[in-house]
């Protein structure tokens, strides 16, 4: 059977597809390989079948407690990672570099085969950092620690061009030859009964749910009140910028059905990437415009995103929102931090660093933004999570200067972030990949849904006023969740 | 702890106050909204503050304070007179086109509140007179400018500043104030006797 998938190419579905392939490598290359150290890991990757990313989501998340998923729909992107052949966990300031050094301490000895030159393809590790370098307490976070990221069994990776399946296998000292080849085998199975089940892409239909508004942290005169005082404080010169988030807690009617709700964030943020990260009951997801960082080598990429105007109703309203949203000045300087703070970070590490005079305006589904991209060549090659290290949080989720700015959030914030607004994202065994900023996200476990936003208040925010926008930005994830009953 | 914690909510307050006095003006503002928007009772400001003006006061001074010193800090990364006293006048004008709710608050909300702000206005004053007037005596002393009455320039350059500011405030569709500033630092360095390549030479706002 041949069907089309979305790039337009011919592609063979047959269940199972590629996978013989995957164990014909596997078994000679685990055959050979002498463990040296502790563990070593040996992974093959194989062209295979294109499966829809959602649907393999949906059969995997169905039998398996660690499953995620990433989409880039502009770019024709998407990563499924299934199962967990090693994980790394870490707290506290350091974790950037714990997990750096674990990472790469790992793929050191590894022995690799296949077509790992395409990005996002072969052995590459998954996840994301909490907003804070300490562990959430709250259930909500439960499974989130403040650094965790995985190594997936399988990984799916689609490209424009083609489709590719990573398996990784960890094998360590005396582990018997069957043993090795029992692992393989077993993958192997877990593949192909995955890959029959996901032969048809997940549809898209409208979101059905009712859902009501079970409770929000803080309360609205709470948070109103706090915006006022962050305002204060930026009027009075003592920061520059600070960002306040919120938490709103949803009921559904019934279950939420996780891969329904990513097709529909796909469908309706292209130029977004959408990401979810499964942890046992719970599924941390969201639809973020918001890129921290990509690299490739020593070249970078990242952007300044910060200033927001609601979307228009005709194309005519549009151009004129998006033109007062570039005159506006509270707009302008919320941008303008953000660059200046980038470019203080960057500067002293790059050895080229381009940044536009000025900010375009993007526009997404409910809200326009301004945007600045900077493009940079690193002096070392500290690798993507080098690069996150130094840049979170931008002043677009924590604010300027950082320090103080985190200090407001802490003391007056009175939220949970957990992976709210902190980076999530891959990285390869060269260390390089994409993280992006996770908002517009939240929690979803069983009928209840935790959705989180954040608003960059300075000096002239008006609280009514960052209530609505702070509305509109968890509009993206709850219209496709269902309908909420006001 | 106990200090720490008690510091953080003078803070508040401090933060709570200014966006009330900033939204509200200096006799709009009750000390019930502050309360409220610090999120705590009326005993709680008036413990850390006796009377709204003493409250409306420690705003002005802390807040000119930061002015001063930010003017200060940015000033002391030139070594040249003429360049120091250039970012000075744009780290005010920049600063205050920044926040506008704060440039209103001490240009505008102290005038006629009363004495007490009255004189600490003068203070404010006083200090920004002496900054630019010290970066002309450095200027005379190094022979870059002819000897002239400091003094009397600085009020002069001073004023010219706060008229331009003001009006900006009192706009009803105000214009991005960095607009005026290259009009303005010509003016000013012309008026001293400045070398129009030199004036050029300077960066670009």
């Known amino acids: ?16 597809s590629g996978a013989d392939e995957l164990v014909a490598i596997l078994l000679p290359l685990l055959d050979r390989t002498t463990v040296r150290g ?17 649907a393999l989501f949906a059969a995997a998340r169905a039998i398996d407690d660690e499953v995620a998923i990433w989409l880039q729909p502009d770019a024709g992107f998407g990563l499924v990672a299934i199962g967990s052949a090693w994980t790394v966990e870490a707290t506290g300031c350091d974790r950037f570099r714990q997990v750096a050094t674990a990472w790469s301490d790992l793929v050191e000895g590894a022995v690799v085969q296949g077509s790992d030159d395409v990005p996002g393809a072969g052995p590459l590790l998954f996840g ?9 307490r709250s259930p909500t976070w439960a499974g989130f620690e403040s650094a965790r990221l995985g190594l997936p069994s399988l990984l799916m990776t689609v490209t424009q061009a083609s489709t590719w399946l990573t398996a990784s296998i960890m094998i360590t000292p005396g582990a018997k030859p069957g043993a090795r080849e029992a692992v393989a085998r077993e993958l192997d199975r877990r593949w192909a009964r995955l890959a029959a089940e996901a032969t048809e892409p997940v549809p898209l239909v409208p979101a059905s749910a009712e859902l009501r508004i079970a409770r929000q942290v803080p309360e609205a005169p709470e948070w109103r009140a706090t915006v006022a005082r962050f305002a204060g404080a930026v009027g009075r010169g003592r920061l520059d910028k600070a960002v306040l988030a919120r938490r709103v807690d949803l009921h559904a009617d019934g279950s939420i059905d996780v891969p329904a709700v990513i097709r529909r964030l796909e469908a309706t943020g292209p130029e977004s990437t959408i990401f979810a990260v499964g ?12 890129r921290l960082a990509r690299s490739k080598g020593r070249e970078f990429r990242t952007v300044a995103m910060a200033g927001s105007i609601r979307r228009g109703s005709d194309a005519e309203e549009d151009e004129r929102l998006g033109a007062d949203l570039l005159a506006s000045e ?8 953000v660059v200046e703070m980038l470019r203080e970070t960057l500067s002293p590490v790059t050895d080229r660093l381009e940044i536009p005079h000025r900010p375009s305006v993007v526009r997404l589904r409910h809200i326009q933004h301004l945007a600045t991209e900077l493009r940079g060549r690193l002096r070392e090659p500290v690798g993507i999570v080098g690069l996150v290290e130094r840049l979170h949080p931008t002043p677009a989720v924590g604010g300027a200067p950082r320090e103080l700015a985190l200090e407001l959030i802490a003391h007056e914030e009175r ?5 709210y607004a902190g980076p999530v994202g891959w990285l390869d065994r060269r260390g390089d990949g994409e993280f992006v900023v996770a908002i517009r996200s939240g929690v979803v476990d069983g009928r209840a849904a935790s959705l989180f936003a954040g608003c960059g208040i300075v000096a002239d925010s008006d609280p009514q006023r960052e209530w609505e926008e702070s509305l509109m930005k968890l509009r993206t994830l709850a219209t496709a969740l269902g309908r909420v009953a006001s | 702890m106990t200090q720490e914690r008690s510091r953080r909510r003078r803070e508040r307050i401090l933060d709570a106050a200014f966006h009330v006095f900033s939204g509200l003006g200096y006799r709009g503002a009750a000390v019930d909204e502050i309360a409220r928007q610090a999120e705590t009772s009326k005993g709680g400001v008036y413990f850390h503050f006796p009377t709204k003006e003493s409250l409306f006061l420690e705003l002005l001074r802390t807040t000119a304070d930061r002015l001063v010193a ?19 006048l744009w780290t005010v004008l920049s600063t205050f086109a920044g926040h506008r709710t704060m440039a209103r608050l001490l240009l505008v909300d102290a005038i006629g509140a009363g004495p007490v702000f009255q004189a600490e206005l003068e203070r404010l004053h006083e200090r920004f ?5 010290a970066h002309l005596e450095r200027a005379v002393e190094d022979g870059i400018i002819a000897p002239l009455d400091t003094a009397t320039v600085a009020e002069a350059w001073f004023g010219a500043l706060h008229e331009i500011v003001v009006r900006w405030l009192m706009a009803s569709r105000p214009d991005v104030l960095e607009r005026t500033y290259p009009t303005l630092r010509a003016v000013l360095l012309r008026g001293v006797g400045i070398d129009e390549s030199r004036i050029a030479a300077l960066p670009e706002r």
């Open chain 1, 128 to 136: 994301g950092f909490g907003f804070g370098a300490e562990a959430a």
């Open chain 1, 38 to 54: 502790v563990r070593t890991l040996v992974s093959a990757t194989v062209p295979v079948a294109w499966r829809d990313p959602v």
């Open chain 1, 279 to 290: 942890r046992g009951t719970r599924t941390f997801l969201g639809a973020t415009p918001e």
């Open chain 1, 330 to 337: 509270k707009d302008r300087e919320e941008q303008a931090v």
């Open chain 1, 415 to 419: 939220l949970e972030r957990g992976w």
């Open chain 2, 129 to 133: 007179a002496g900054l630019i007037a």
């Open chain 2, 70 to 88: 930010k003017v200060e800090r940015e000033a002391a990364r030139e070594s040249d007179p003429i360049a120091r006293a250039d970012v000075a």
């Open chain 1, 1 to 16: 059977m041949t069907v089309t998938n979305r790039t337009g190419a011919e592609t063979d579905r047959r269940p199972g």
